[in-house]
């Protein structure tokens, strides 16, 4: 129901879908008439309320209720097919800003909806209008522009995920939004699981009529050992079970033979439409730093045996959690090992984005193969209403404290309690991250406006570094046209296979590895 403060607004009408509802609402906003939606989608009963009744309803004053209604049956007679792109407003002829999107978006939209989710996400939100694709169609999109790359949000909170999303609509972006084994797995420090994130994704985007491709990725599905490989036959069908769309395979913390090995293993437990990521390195920083040999080692392992990453992610220098210095990425490093795969078609994923600065992620968009970055740490710092410098590195006082923002972010009193309960914990730096869990219900139990401005700080964050340094504006439609050419959720393979699968049995596996020099850096946890 509406709130007191919107209590003089009646119902006008009756939207018919998500597109319809954004359009009307940016030309009502470009014209500054007051109003309201509400959607009739209700995430307990999967948007049922929705196919039989429309979208929602819009309320608006009284007064303005001739406008608008003339507004909605221009918007409803518009040639779809000939809209520009420019979203120019036309007073002459009565014309209407087509903001965010257009109308010939909305009629790819509609098409992409009916084949471009697959069958998991089908299955468990039947009714819903969230686009929510392969992680494949992310990769294409960034592809097809050139020099892009897709944010991967790590939704650690319902705040994040709010405001990555809305970043995403705003830059017109193909997005993934998604989440650590470390994170949200079975020793989670998040209430943003695994099992439960689709479920989020797909409610906020029905919620709040997002329109652009959104991938739902498991990063870092670690693997330490032979126990982890077997359990994950059966742990890895439940995350697709769930609305998964995207997964990265993370046996870095393996040898580079154990590594390859363990992917093989898996592979038949993830669907062949899936947006697939491997991992050479763990993320240790100046240490352990990955090669060319064990990238090629992994990839060429795996195309021997039909099994074509979109991803590979290495160590090149940086780490998880808040940097020391801005000094992380190697851009040459990264340029080589990406170069050495070409044949393969793989593109790069890069980890540890935070504190890197803006400049040298321009440079790896600009200069290497990557089409997928990771954003954790700083939108976590960002949503709380911490001090960040411009690429989300969270400041320190004299006394090697976080610096609270007055008005931005969670209330001071809830901060107070945060830090008071990481004291208790002894816990420092990074790991604030634990106060993810243990805190959630008291950050959704405040006031609207605070919750608004948590999510907001997270939005402008993440659009400035989609429009500004990743190249990514105005990816949503080719990850829809990439879908509408494919005519299916199944993107299909980038690569094709090159290397003899008798020369990678599991004994010349083996033989293969133990010829590879490598440092794989200090012991110790390196997970985030």
Known sequence: MLSNRDAQLVDIATLDNAIEAQLISSILDQREIPHRLRSFYDTAYDGLFQFHKGWGKLFAAVVDKPEILRIIDEVRSQDHSNVETNHQLNPDKGGCDMAETNSGYAADFEK??????????????????????????????????????????????????????QAAQRANAALLIEIAKSEGG????????????????????????????VAIHADHYGLKNDRDVEAAKTEIPSLFDAGITSI????????????????????????????????????KGK??????????????????????????????????????????????????????????????????????????LREIAAKTRTTKANVATALQ????????NDYGNAQLDNQGNFIKLGDHGVSDELWSEMVAYAQHQEWTGGNFKKLNLPFENKLLAQSRDIKNRMAKRVEDFVYNMLTNVFNAENTAQLAVSAILEAGSYDAGPKGSRIEDPAQWTKDKIIERAATIESDKGPEGDFDD
């Open 186 to 213: 079975g020793a989670a420090y998040c209430s943003v699981n695994y099992w439960n994130i689709a479920r989020i994704v797909d409610s906020v985007c029905n919620e709040l009529n997002i329109t652009i491709p």
């Open 287 to 360: 240490e352990g730093l990955s090669t060319v040999d064990e990238a090629l080692f992994l990839i060429q392992g795996l195309n021997a045996h039909d099994i074509f990453p979109d991803w590979i992610a290495l160590n090149n220098g940086t780490t998880h959690g808040i940097e020391a210095s801005d000094k992380g990425i190697q851009v040459d490093l990264t340029t080589r090992v990406h170069d050495a795969l070409k044949p393969y078609n793989v593109s790069g994923a890069q980890h540890g984005t935070s504190g890197n600065n803006s400049d040298r």
């Open 381 to 388: 710092m960002i949503s709380w209403g911490l001090e960040v």
């Open 248 to 283: 990265a395979v993370d046996a870095s913390h393996m040898p580079d033979d154990k590594n390859l090995l363990a992917n093989l293993e898996l592979n038949p437990y993830i669907p062949d439409w899936a947006g697939l990521e491997t991992e050479i390195g763990e993320i």
């Open 112 to 165: 992409a909806l009916q084949i471009g989710r697959p069958p998991n996400v089908v299955k468990c939100f039947p009714n819903s209008r969230a686009l929510i694709v392969s992680g494949k169609y992310i990769d294409r999109a960034m592809l097809a522009k050139g020099g892009a790359i897709a944010i991967a949000a790590n939704g650690r909170s319902n705040f994040v995920i709010r405001g990555a999303l």
